[in-house]
């Protein structure tokens, strides 16, 4: 009337899984930590210099405004640059502060079918090397007068 109860066998299986899970995350996580992260810094700043800038705009299909900032970043130093931060001012002649943006330096990668950019990281930056490059602003305000935004770098990542 009654069966006998299963008897339970050891999930060896699982047991295994975990245990390779656990052994690859072990790998993983000292690989991670002998891995010193690029520290940005602004000492480097002085060897970037800007030239060629351009600005345009463009509306788009849902009213939104951008704004493009173009030219070009040499870097005149001895070292690879990685990334860079960016203040970008647009100042205003109503007495008020001006806006300013924190961007990435974006690199062009190609122009055609349309200006695609990538991070420096992907295209690290020689020395002596000239790069084009564009920053990209969405929501600059409407009493900005129109002039050259002053651009600054805050910190650059080499190697």
């Known amino acids: 009337m009654f069966s006998e109860p299963v008897k339970g066998s050891f999930p060896t299986t699982a047991v295994a899984i975990a245990s390779v899970a656990i052994v690859i995350l072990a790998g993983f996580l000292v690989l991670m930590s002998h891995r010193r992260p690029e520290a940005e810094s602004m000492a480097y700043g002085p060897n970037l210099a800007f030239s060629h800038i351009e600005m345009s705009e463009s509306t788009s299909l849902s009213g939104g405004k951008s704004t493009y900032i173009d030219g070009h970043v040499a870097n005149n130093g001895k070292l690879t640059v990685t990334g860079v931060t960016l203040h970008v001012v647009f100042k205003n002649d109503e007495a008020m ?15 055609e079918p349309y ?10 930056l020689a020395p002596g090397a000239d790069r084009e490059f564009r920053l990209t602003f969405e929501n600059i305000n409407s009493n900005w007068n129109q002039q050259e935004p002053e651009i600054h770098v805050v910190g650059v990542r080499t190697r």
Do not use: F, K
Request: glycine residues 4%.
């Open 97 to 111: 502060p001006p806006q300013i943006e924190i961007a990435p330096l974006s690199l062009i990668r190609t122009h």
């Open 115 to 124: 200006v695609d950019t990538e991070a420096v990281g992907a295209a690290p």
